[in-house]
Structures are given as structure tokens and as C-alpha cells.
């Protein structure tokens, strides 16, 4: 089962404009992490934010952690045709002395040249 | 530094034929995870694998199985093929004692097709 739902599941911008993705939990976590996906291949990690964290930034990228509402956004400032892909928000889930990460369901993101 | 290694890259297969994939992990890391993901669907957690022995299962039928070696290195075995096994098959590393505070790495995955 998905841990995760992301919102919205497509997103259509121009280049140059921001693109804003939304990610909901359902249960309490350690740490919540946001990865890209290429055309169908191997995820790349992008951002790891903890659970005591609210808002967490890497080059273009703005992450932040509402965890009272289970949330958590992707803002991805001045877009590119690069930027183009899919992203999922993954939750940690630690069982059996191991971490385990859920996927959500993803956004499929389309930056127009 | 290699990064997570998958074979193979595609495979054909016919329903109730037997599959193996193979996953060796990133360097230095010591756990192996499976995920299968549909197509438009997110990754589905399979089971992962640390100290040659399953740690966590995901809900999938026992008809999918898997193996670590001493290497760390990882197969998935899938018997009695279904159509609905078609996916792409992700593999992805982590160190244990990272306490998954740094997330996976992945392999470029291994795309399976049943007919």
C-alpha cells in the first residue's frame, strides 16, 4: 500500500515559472525524503528533511514538513525542461531493526520550453 | 564509485515461466531493497535484505522471493509469471547504520515484460 499521495498527480508549467508539489502522510516518521524520477528509469535522491526539521533547501529546491497535518511540499523554484519527471515523497517505516522507505503515488511534472 | 548495478536491463518472459534479477549494491553498503513499480504507479516495497536474511516483506505473494550473498549483493526471483508481474523491478542500496537518515540509492532498474 502507498504510504504517500502526492498533489497534484500533473503538472503542466511554463520554464522559468515555480512548481509547487504536495505530499501526505499517514503515519508518524522519522524523516521524509523527495526523489526524481526520469522517463521510467532509477530514482535519484533529492532532499532528506527529519522530523524535527520545518523547512529544508537545496539549490533550487524548497522543501518543507508540516508534521501535525502529515504534510509535506516540493517547491522548485525557476523552473527548467530539465526538471521535467515524476517525483515521490517517501516515508521511513523502521520494522525488524531496519528502515524501510514507502512511496507515495508521485507528480508527474512537464516544464514547457 | 559505482553506484547500484542491475541486470538485466529489459527481459521478455512468458506467463508461467520463473525470472531472476540481479542487484549488486553500491559500495560499502550492506542492505538491499526490492521495489516494484507499475506503470504511472509509485514504487511498491517487495523486501529488503540485510545479513543474507529477509528483514521486512512487503505485501506481495510468495511466489517472489530473494537472496543476498556474501558480498551483499542481491537476486529477485519471481516463479509462475503473471501478466500482471509486468513492472519495472527497482533495486536500491543503504548502509544500516545510516539508520535510513540517507535515503536509497537506486539502480537504474531492470524492466520486466510478460506475455
Known amino acids: 500500500s502507498q504510504q504517500g499521495e502526492e498533489d497534484p498527480q500533473a503538472l503542466s508549467i511554463q520554464e522559468g515559472e515555480n512548481a509547487t508539489m504536495n505530499c501526505s502522510y499517514k503515519?508518524?516518521?522519522?524523516?521524509l525524503q523527495w526523489y526524481r524520477q526520469n522517463s521510467g528509469r532509477g530514482l535519484v535522491h533529492l532532499i532528506l528533511i527529519r522530523s524535527n526539521e520545518r523547512e529544508k533547501h537545496s539549490g533550487r529546491l524548497r522543501v518543507t514538513l508540516d508534521t501535525s497535518k502529515k504534510s509535506s511540499s516540493l517547491l522548485i523554484t525557476a523552473s527548467r525542461a530539465a526538471d521535467t519527471a515524476s517525483y515521490f515523497c517517501a516515508t521511513d517505516a523502521y520494522t525488524s531493526g531496519t528502515y524501510k522507505y514507502i512511496f507515495g503515488t508521485g507528480t508527474r511534472l512537464k516544464v514547457l520550453a | 564509485d559505482a553506484g547500484v548495478t542491475q541486470s538485466p536491463t529489459h527481459l521478455i518472459k512468458t506467463r508461467g515461466q520463473q525470472v531472476t534479477l540481479r542487484c549488486s549494491p553500491k559500495s560499502g553498503h550492506d542492505t538491499v531493497s526490492w521495489y516494484q513499480q507499475a506503470l504511472g504507479q509509485g514504487p511498491q516495497f517487495i523486501f529488503q535484505?540485510?545479513?543474507?536474511?529477509?528483514?521486512q516483506r512487503g505485501n506481495f505473494p510468495d511466489r517472489f522471493s530473494g537472496h543476498q550473498f556474501p558480498n551483499y549483493s542481491s537476486e529477485l526471483n519471481v516463479n509462475a509469471l503473471l501478466l500482471g508481474d509486468s513492472a519495472l523491478y527497482l533495486c536500491?542500496?543503504?548502509?544500516?547504520?545510516?539508520?535510513?537518515?540517507?535515503?536509497?540509492?537506486f539502480g537504474s532498474g531492470t524492466r520486466l515484460t510478460v506475455v
Open positions: 503515519t508518524s516518521i522519522n524523516n
Open positions: 536500491a542500496s543503504s548502509l544500516r547504520t545510516f539508520r535510513g537518515n540517507y535515503g536509497y540509492t
Open positions: 535484505y540485510y545479513e543474507e536474511e529477509e528483514r
